[in-house]
């Protein structure tokens, strides 16, 4: 039978607006990191010459119209949350928009019953942070750390091996961390959201150590694109071009070749999430990912499912070859023709 239980908070928490205004098409100018405003999608929205009333709070994930007529075919309601957001697109109950939302991104339905008295059932195939696929359930979103570690060395020997200069490593936040925790010993990479909150370091290991890096715990992501708050703040121009790489090192090689506008996935595959981010804050991309076997087949992958929704490129590397291996200048004749 259906499962026709919905939470509406566990709803709220697992989908963003900004998730939902990108299901919908829905493009907004940005303000500030957590402020966006456009033209009304509602279609309780009739006036003519109310432009740019709509307005969307990201880091609390309400809305809002300033229209006169749009707030009375609401019946006097100005605004609200995500839920009431689908209800209004849809016109539907708040329970339906509800439902809907929890069949969209597949976010988990079981009921306090079932979870008070059932046995733990399997969340579906572990992707070990690497991204999600449908039929996953969405993970909530990345907490915002309480702490930045300090004593980073930005001039640390294994960032010169890698060709990584002071000025970038300071830059980026990136450096050798001798200090104590689980990072100790590596080189630590920041990573913010799309807010530019910091949600977590990346350790990069310096002599062969294993795991390669390391991350939090309770770090997931795939709900992240590495750079997006400053490749977001390199976008306020009339060209919103995004290129999309694999790892850390290749967006702080493309930065110093002069790229603004570089996020990174982290690994070899695009997760729902990172894809509705690109769509959500870029007009176009460019894929250029590694010249391997998976980076042949995540660049075919974003092809397919960015090039519904966007114009999308891609700059196919040699066999075995990583962006941040390229000299500068090879890295500029690349992508002088696309950009």
């Known amino acids: ?31 500030s990191a957590t402020s966006l405003r456009g033209d009304c999608p509602l279609p309780s929205h009739s006036s003519p010459v109310s432009i740019q009333s709509f307005a969307v709070q990201t880091a609390k994930s309400i809305w809002s119209c300033r229209s006169a007529s749009c ?23 708040i329970r339906e928009s509800a439902l809907k939302l929890q069949s969209w991104f597949h976010i988990s339905a079981a009921s306090p019953c079932e979870s008070a008295n059932s046995p733990p059932k399997p969340a579906g195939p572990s992707n070990n942070g690497n991204g999600h696929r449908s039929g996953e359930s969405v993970v909530l979103a990345n907490k915002p750390l309480r702490f930045v570690l300090q004593g980073i060395d930005w001039s640390h020997p294994y960032l010169v091996r890698r060709d990584i200069t002071t000025e ?21 990479i920041p990573i913010h959201n799309g807010q530019g909150e910091l949600v977590a370091y990346a350790g990069r290991a310096i002599e062969g150590e294993k795991p390669k890096y390391k991350f939090p715990a309770k770090f997931k992501k795939s709900m992240e694109l590495f750079n997006l708050h400053q490749a977001i703040a390199a976008s306020n121009g009339p060209l919103r071009s995004v290129i999309l790489v694999e ?41 250029m990912l590694d010249g391997d076997e998976a980076g042949q087949e995540a660049s075919k992958d974003c092809l397919l499912r960015l090039g519904r929704r966007m114009p999308i490129r891609a700059i196919a590397l040699p066999e075995g070859c990583q962006p941040d291996q390229l000299p500068t200048e090879e890295i500029q004749n690349l992508l002088k023709l696309l950009t």
Not at 15 to 28: D, F, N, P
Not at 71 to 93: K, L, P, Y
């Open 1 to 31: 039978m259906k499962n026709n239980w919905v939470s509406f908070e566990a709803v709220k928490a697992a989908v963003s607006m900004e998730m939902v205004l990108a299901r919908y098409g829905v493009t907004l100018r940005r303000l």
């Open 71 to 93: 707030i009375d075919g609401r019946g006097g309601t100005r605004g609200g949350s995500v839920i009431d957001f689908v209800a209004a697109m849809e016109g539907c109950t």
């Open 168 to 188: 970038t490593a300071f830059h980026f936040g990136v450096g050798g961390f001798s200090g104590k925790g689980s990072m100790s010993g590596r080189v630590v």
């Open 247 to 287: 790892g850390f090192f290749d967006t702080m090689k493309l930065y110093q070749a002069g790229y603004r506008r570089v996020v990174a996935m982290m690994g070899s595959s695009l997760s729902e999430a990172q894809e509705e981010l690109l769509t959500l804050h870029f007009e176009s991309v460019i894929v």
